[in-house]
């Protein structure tokens, strides 16, 4: 097994048709380390979210690899990259993206009812209870706040026990104070399961939190460089 | 490629994969149906009008089964035309159970100067009825109902008589030669239903009374009929079945039609089945403009699904699995939908026995149907399938990127092949159902046709119209501007508005020329040839006094006169009737007895297609002239033999010559003209028609009416207009059943126009709100709203005109057979009703959005 949780070489990536098509991300070769906490920066369009689902197989290049957990996506079909996604990378969204039909419980143990898990619902409750949400097992996403909707989010992204988590901006829709003990979970738990954290951030106090911090501009790595704290 | 992912032990098996579908569905569902109204309305409305027609067909025929022996009056009939029973033939039918007769004929009631009319006689023995009751008023013992008294016999009249002839109980007609007294009337009879379509009330008498009349005769046009009973220890269907078998052996010569309680009326049955698939036609139309509104919600639904959809995506369920899951959802609320349909048709024929019981002229026994609803829901579930599946197909490919960029609207691209191959499956399905199942696959077929066609040619309508909106010059006002932009811009109301409110115009204006067509057929524009009165049963002493009377009844007028029977085709080149499978529209021809005649000469109106016509003193063999269109159907060739039987002899002739007949004249003619020789000897009445020059006035013909019941009292005259008035009685019942039908149809097509124009409005309000925010006043984006729905409206419209004329001629004179006139006033109503309502129905909306403050829509904008 190899010591890079992702591993990027090459890649080439336009989104659009025709005269709309824009080229975002530009010939980008990086790796991330097993355990290791990224944090991608820089300027609104700079490709950031892009380079993110990316790596999560949400996008496929144009061109160039992409090697998640040893695995090359470009060889997954689309229905072998959804299980692969189900199993091997929690995602976590600025807008939470619950279901609002399910409840707490139902939507942390999707991931594992879909992975065919037998016991997905006690292991989505101990999840909850992990993330401080034990009282709120059967409440539905609209009646939770913004940080219970995103800790929800974060337990869901977490319970199949992934080997990296991508986050999209996690506390972009939230308060400060919430933001902050959003973060401290992310973080907690992150170190707790040693998975590897890919997180895409406008907020350097965040950024500053993470291993290291690639810097973005026009579709390209500007900087790549340990995160000063 | 596919497979296990490396690293990863084994993929675990999809442990309760359709299980785990069926959980996420039911948990997603807890949203409600809020969205599906349209959906669940649509799909119950067409299974509602299948399971409807259905239930209430087999409630029919239950009826005539159960009813069989009621109907009959016996368990087995036995009818001869002309003559009665010979003393053998009632002997053979006498040996198997206790004989009943009735005879029955048409003939003039005539009440001195209060005038006379046309009248059914049934003359009946004293055992009748034997089965069910006859209920008159007052109730008068059988006995003291028909008894001669005071030089008069009684009768029973149809209250229809008395009020038409101004008469009352206890006064006097003459019928023939004889005096009768009307005694009753008549409330309920029994075996009303054998008699089928009758051209005039009731007149029931005794057997006694009717030889009275003198108007049996021989060649006169009575039909005699023996209902036999069985004794109650050799009655089953079994013992049934080896009577008949016996009597046709006992007595092959009779001739006679018979029909037993297990089949009393097939004409009938036959006519319900074939008229309930009619109405399933228009019932599987209504599911298919339904259908439009299927599609409609289910995109809107899986619209509003996208995130979700995207989410459990990026969570681990391939594309397949969430479409799966919708699909599950989608079925199951289309199966709330089928189950309400066929609950409300199921009970149709229920609410109808509870409601008329009684009153309805047609045995009705309230029956569940499981096979014909079984198919209803199988119609409703592939409906929805083959709607629903490219919307749903769609979710496959739902980019889970949505999550994390804005979305753009996305392009309408086809599902994966996988679902446009289980789309085709599900059509082919459809369409396969609905021709196996049909009485007559041609009909079934040509609707199939027409109803592609129609979603073929709208779908090209709805892209012409977006093309041509946004090659047109931009108009310089913004209400045009704006209105032509909204025809073509992405997401546009166009096409659905096209698709539903097109099928519905089309249907409508269909439905009316055919309903135009057919009442200008019956009743307001007779041939220019059609004669104004016909004459029955004149007899061949009085002929020619009787063209003399006309002469100088109605001087100027063309008069026909022809020698006429009635006889029974029983075989065709040796091969029985009854083995012979004829194709729908002539199986009528071997069905029954049909007049017949014969001619020295080529009869007015015919052309001969094939072969000669006979010498005029011909004296070989028997020769026949037969119809060309029903003889080729028949198979038959010049030189075959045909054997009819006539008085109860089988006679055989061969074919001479074929004749092309002018059936729209409604003049004399007769499917098969024999040679003179045929039937030399053999007695007959005359039929004549006389064609009054032009302008007859009512008052005229009545003139000639009376006229000729007082000289000739054992004719009877038949005005065309009266017949056809009371063929227009029945047609304007069919008409009423199809308009019935029809109505679920234009329901469910302006169901699915509000959900569309619902839908846009849901799109606009971005538009209204920004521009009133930029100054654009209410009345400003009224007139833009008003200027694109009016020309949606009117194009469609204008198609409508012209694939509703074109399927309504197509239905005219393909399927029915009949003229066809563009009667486009109803056609245009029709039309500009629905652009009307169209404008109506999308301005209410919009108007409720111009009312809204823009402050809180911006906010969540």
Redesign the interface.
């Known amino acids: 097994?190899t010591d890079k949780a992702i591993a990027l070489d090459n890649v080439d990536l336009s989104l659009g048709r025709g005269a709309a098509r824009v080229h975002i991300l530009k010939s980008i070769s990086l790796s991330v380390g097993r355990g290791e906490a990224v944090g991608l920066v820089g300027p609104s369009g700079s490709g950031k979210?892009t380079l993110?689902?990316t790596m999560?197989g949400?996008?496929r290049p144009d061109s160039g690899r992409v090697l998640v957990?040893?695995?090359d996506l470009s060889?997954?079909?689309?229905?072998?990259l959804?299980?692969?996604?189900?199993?091997?990378i929690g995602?976590v969204?600025q807008?939470f993206?619950?279901?609002?039909?399910?409840t707490a419980l139902?939507n942390v143990a999707?991931?594992l009812?879909?992975?065919?898990e037998?016991d997905a619902h006690p292991r989505a409750r101990a999840e909850l209870e992990a993330v401080g949400l034990g009282g709120r097992l059967s409440h539905y996403p609209a009646q939770l706040s913004g940080g219970e909707q995103q800790r929800v989010a974060i337990a869901?992204a977490i319970a199949?026990d992934p080997a990296i988590l991508v986050a999209?901006e996690p506390t972009g829709n939230l308060d400060e104070g919430t933001g902050g003990s959003i973060v401290d979970l992310l973080f907690a738990l992150k170190r707790d399961r040693g998975a590897t954290l890919v997180l895409v951030t406008h907020d350097p106090s965040l950024a500053r939190r993470c291993d290291r911090t690639i810097r973005l501009r026009s579709g390209r790595v500007e900087a790549d460089a340990p995160a000063q704290a | 490629m596919h497979g296990t992912l490396p690293g990863e032990p084994a993929r675990r098996p999809a442990r309760g994969g359709p299980s785990l579908v069926l959980r996420l569905a039911l948990r997603e569902l807890r949203a409600g149906l809020r969205g599906f109204g349209i959906f669940l309305t649509c799909i119950a409305l067409g299974v509602m009008a299948i399971a409807g027609v259905a239930s209430i067909s087999r409630s029919l025929t239950e009826g005539l089964a159960r009813e069989g022996r009621k109907i009959l009056g016996g368990d087995a009939a036995f009818s001869l035309i002309h003559r009665e029973a010979s003393p053998r033939e009632r002997a053979v039918l006498g040996a198997r159970g206790n004989v009943s007769a009735i005879a029955t004929m048409r003939g003039m009631a005539i009440a001195g100067e209060k005038g006379s009319g046309l009248v059914e006689i049934k003359a009946v023995d004293a055992s009748y009825p034997t089965v069910g009751d006859l209920v008159t008023e007052p109730d008068l013992p059988r006995e003291e109902l028909f008894v001669e008294r005071d030089g008069a016999f009684g009768a029973a009249v149809d209250p229809v008589l008395l009020a038409r002839l101004d008469l009352k109980i206890g006064d006097r007609v003459t019928v023939g030669g004889a005096a009768f007294e009307l005694r009753a009337a008549i409330r309920s009879e029994p075996d009303k239903i054998a008699a089928g379509i009758g051209f005039g009330p009731r007149l029931l008498m005794s057997l006694e009374g009717l030889r009275a009349t003198g108007l049996v005769q021989p060649g006169s046009l009575v039909r005699w009929t023996y209902r036999l009973d069985l004794p109650s220890n050799a009655a089953s269907d079994a013992d049934l079945a080896r009577v008949e078998a016996a009597i046709a052996r006992d007595a092959p010569e009779a001739g006679w039609e018979v029909r037993s309680r297990v089949n009393a009326d097939p004409r009938f049955a036959r006519n319900i089945e074939r008229f309930a698939q009619f109405l399933t036609l228009v019932g599987l139309t209504a599911l298919l403009v339904g259908g439009v509104g299927v599609a409609n919600a289910v995109r809107g639904f899986m619209d509003g699904k996208r995130d979700t959809i995207a989410t459990l995506k990026s969570l681990g369920a391939p594309g397949s699995q969430v479409v799966a899951i919708y699909l599950v959802q989608v079925m199951l609320i289309a199966g709330l939908g089928i189950a309400i349909g066929l609950a409300l048709g199921a009970a149709l024929p229920f609410v109808l026995v509870a409601a008329l019981g009684g009153a309805l002229p047609v045995p009705i026994v309230a029956t569940l149907a499981p096979g014909e609803l079984g198919l209803a829901a199988v119609y409703g579930a592939l409906t929805a399938l083959a709607f629903a599946l490219a919307p749903l197909g769609r979710a496959h490919d739902v980019p889970v990127s949505g999550l994390f960029r804005d979305r753009v609207d996305p392009e309408r691209r086809w599902p994966r092949k996988r679902y446009v191959a289980a789309l085709a499956v599900a059509v082919t399905a459809l369409v396969l159902i609905s021709v196996l199942t049909a009485f007559d696959r041609r009909v079934a077929l040509t609707f199939i046709g027409a109803a592609a066609g129609a979603f073929v040619l709208l779908r090209g309508v709805a892209l012409g119209l977006m093309a041509l909106a946004r090659r047109l010059p931009r108009p310089r006002r913004a209400a045009p501007r704006l209105a032509l932009a909204n025809i073509h811009r992405p997401g546009a109301l166009t096409p659905s508005l096209v698709l539903s409110l097109g099928l519905g115009i089309t249907l409508l204006v269909a439905l009316s020329l055919i309903d135009a067509n057919m009442r200008r057929q019956l009743t307001q524009t007779l041939p220019e040839k059609a004669p104004s009165f016909f004459f029955l049963d004149i007899p061949s002493s009085q002929a020619s006094a009787f063209d003399a009377h006309l002469a100088a009844q109605a001087p100027g007028a063309a008069i026909q006169r022809v020698p006429m029977m009635r006889g029974r085709l029983v075989a065709i080149k040796g091969v029985p009737v009854g083995q012979i499978k004829a194709a729908d529209d002539i199986a009528w021809v071997l069905d029954g007895d049909r007049g017949i005649t014969y001619a020295q000469r080529l009869p007015e109106g015919s052309k001969i297609v094939a072969g000669d016509w006979w010498a005029p003193e011909h004296r070989g063999g028997n020769l026949v002239s037969f119809d060309e269109r029903i003889g080729r159907g028949l198979g038959l060739s010049l030189g075959d033999e045909i054997t009819v039987n006539v008085l109860g002899r089988n006679i055989t002739a061969r074919i001479a010559n074929f004749r092309r007949v002018e059936w729209r004249n409604i003049g004399i003619n007769f499917v098969m003209v024999f040679s003179p020789n045929t039937f030399a000897g053999a007695p007959h009445t005359h039929l004549a028609t006389a064609t009054l020059p032009d302008g007859a006035d009512a008052a005229r013909e009545a003139a000639i009416l009376r006229e000729t019941a007082k000289v000739f009292p054992s004719v009877t005259s038949v005005r065309v207009k009266d017949a056809l008035e009371a063929v227009n009685g029945v047609v304007s019942q069919l008409v009423l059943a199809i308009r019935g039908a029809s109505t679920i149809a234009l329901a469910a097509s302006v169901l699915v126009l509000a959900g569309a124009l619902a839908a846009g409005h849901r799109a606009r309000l971005y538009d209204a709100v920004v521009l009133k925010t930029l100054g654009a006043t209410r009345g400003r984006l009224l007139t833009a709203y008003a200027l694109e729905y009016g020309a949606l409206g009117l194009a469609t419209a204008a198609f409508g005109l012209v694939a509703g004329s074109l399927a309504g001629w197509l239905i005219v004179s393909t399927l029915m057979q009949m003229d066809f006139t563009l009667a486009l006033s109803g056609a245009f109503l029709a039309a500009a009703l629905a652009v009307v309502v169209t404008i109506s129905l999308g301005l209410l909306g919009t108007w409720r959005i111009l009312s809204q403050k823009p402050a809180p829509y911006l906010r969540n904008l």
């Open positions: 097994m979210s993110l689902m999560a949400l996008e957990d040893g695995t060889g997954l079909d689309e229905d072998a959804a299980r692969f996604r189900g199993r091997r995602i969204f807008s993206h619950l279901v609002p039909t399910m139902e999707l991931p009812e879909l992975a065919g037998a869901r199949p999209d």
